[in-house]
């Protein structure tokens, strides 16, 4: 029986934080899905076709392992994605207390309405710091943001000014 996880995010833009994550969650399960979804409480930056497309050129340009495929969803709730393609867990990058603070809530609810388990796990401590946020603050205001995105996400960004 195959180990199927799903990571999944709102990925706008993915960070190098992301990206440690998922290429250490790839070594633990069999299957990875890597999921762009939308969350209601942020606006977006970038499309989601355009997050899904940035994920794939990066997962391959940091020679990720081949078990990860990386698509969205945008209809219903996540632990249906999880049981359509039989994942059993879900992994989550944390990094701070105030993530857990977040995230807990959603494990519990995710294991009540699916028995779909959550997973944390740490990222790298050089990308701690590092979110989707600040790194659209960064870009924004014309800063480098070569040091927290993968080389394709920066070159997008820098092409959008």
């Not at 990720?64 to 867990?89: E, F, M, R």
């Not at 995710?110 to 997973?119: K, Q, S, Y």
Request: proline share 6%; net charge negative.
């Amino acid at each position: 029986m195959s180990r199927i996880a799903v990571v999944p995010g709102s990925f706008d833009p993915i960070t190098l934080g992301h990206l440690d994550v998922i290429g250490r969650a790839a070594g633990l399960f069999d299957e990875l899905h890597v999921l762009v979804v939308h969350n209601p409480d942020k606006t977006a930056l970038l499309p989601i076709a355009q997050r899904v497309s940035l994920i794939e050129q990066a997962v391959v340009a940091e020679g990720l392992p081949g078990n990860i495929t990386v698509t969205s969803w945008s209809v219903g709730l996540l632990v249906d994605y999880c049981t359509d393609v039989g994942a059993s867990v879900l992994v989550k990058g944390i990094r701070s207390q105030v993530d857990v603070a977040y995230e807990t809530p959603m494990a519990i609810v995710n294991r009540n309405l699916a028995g779909v388990e959550t997973v944390f796990l740490l990222p790298n401590p050089a990308h701690a710091h590092v979110s989707s946020s600040l790194v659209r603050q960064v870009s924004a205001l014309g800063g480098d943001v070569a040091p927290y995105v993968p080389a394709v996400v920066a070159e997008y960004l820098q092409g959008r000014k």
